[in-house]
T-cell receptor, first 114, second 113 residues
Framework: DAGITQSPRHKVTETGTPVTLRCHQTENHRYMYWYRQDPGHGLRLIHYSYGVKDTDKGEVSDGYSVSRSKTEDFLLTLESATSSQTSVYFC?????????????FGPGTRLTVL | AQTVTQSQPEMSVQEAETVTLSCTYDTSESDYYLFWYKQPPSRQMILVIRQEAYKQQNATENRFSVNFQKAAKSFSLKISDSQLGDAAMYFCAYKGTGNQFYFGTGTSLTVIP
């Protein structure tokens, strides 16, 4: 299994509070991604990173920001959480070369915003 | 943006039988990759199989195989000799020349003992 961890694994918070989710990899892969998974929508890309301090928006980036100060860490921040951001969040990595740029996923974080 | 469509929200199969999950995609690119991922109740996303569009031969991994029809933009997954452990949500995914992956909405597979 690819070395990807996410923290926390579960979080309950209240509307309006800031939340930061962390993804950590030990594979030294260049690309890192944040997705959210909701019933009926599959996986939707929030933001991704193609290198340290290099990030870009995905399909559902409103209300989210990211940072990547080190190759191994990719942080997702909800500046002011809303109930619509209740979801399961997945981090994924890929090395951008060979094997079809296959993505490998972390275990997910279940976030509940009350 | 590319779109990936899985038209079967739910499927069921008898244990030891064969089932085929459908996936279609829309793209104008000629070089791309296609994937099937499995998500069991543990929620972990697991790569099942990968297909490179420039390869005409269909990918196979043990009991899992694909039927890749490039002209029809179709990428179905066949599971042979279904086992109880195959019960999961299955996602089809596409990656072209850009950095993004595009996922379908998933097919929930039930295996009946």
């Amino acid at each position: 299994d690819a070395g990807i961890t996410q923290s926390p694994r579960h979080k309950v918070t209240e509307t309006g509070t800031p939340v930061t989710l962390r993804c950590h990899q030990t594979e030294n892969h260049r690309y890192m991604y944040w997705y959210r998974q909701d019933p009926g929508h599959g996986l939707r890309l929030i933001h991704y990173s193609y290198g340290v301090k290099d990030t870009d928006k995905g399909e559902v980036s409103d209300g989210y920001s990211v940072s990547r100060s080190k190759t191994e860490d990719f942080l997702l921040t909800l500046e002011s959480a809303t109930s619509s951001q209740t979801s399961v969040y997945f981090c994924a990595i890929s090395d951008g070369q060979g094997e079809g740029d296959t993505q490998y996923f972390g275990p997910g974080t279940r976030l509940t915003v009350l | 943006a590319q779109t990936v469509t899985q038209s079967q929200p739910e499927m069921s199969v008898q244990e030891a039988e064969t089932v085929t999950l459908s996936c279609t995609y829309d793209t104008s690119e000629s070089d791309y990759y296609l994937f099937w991922y499995k998500q069991p109740p543990s929620r972990q996303m697991i790569l099942v199989i990968r297909q490179e569009a420039y390869k005409q031969q269909n990918a196979t991994e043990n009991r899992f195989s694909v039927n890749f029809q490039k002209a029809a933009k179709s990428f179905s997954l066949k599971i042979s000799d279904s086992q109880l452990g195959d019960a999961a949500m299955y996602f089809c995914a596409y990656k072209g020349t850009g950095n993004q992956f595009y996922f379908g909405t998933g097919t929930s597979l039930t295996v009946i003992p």
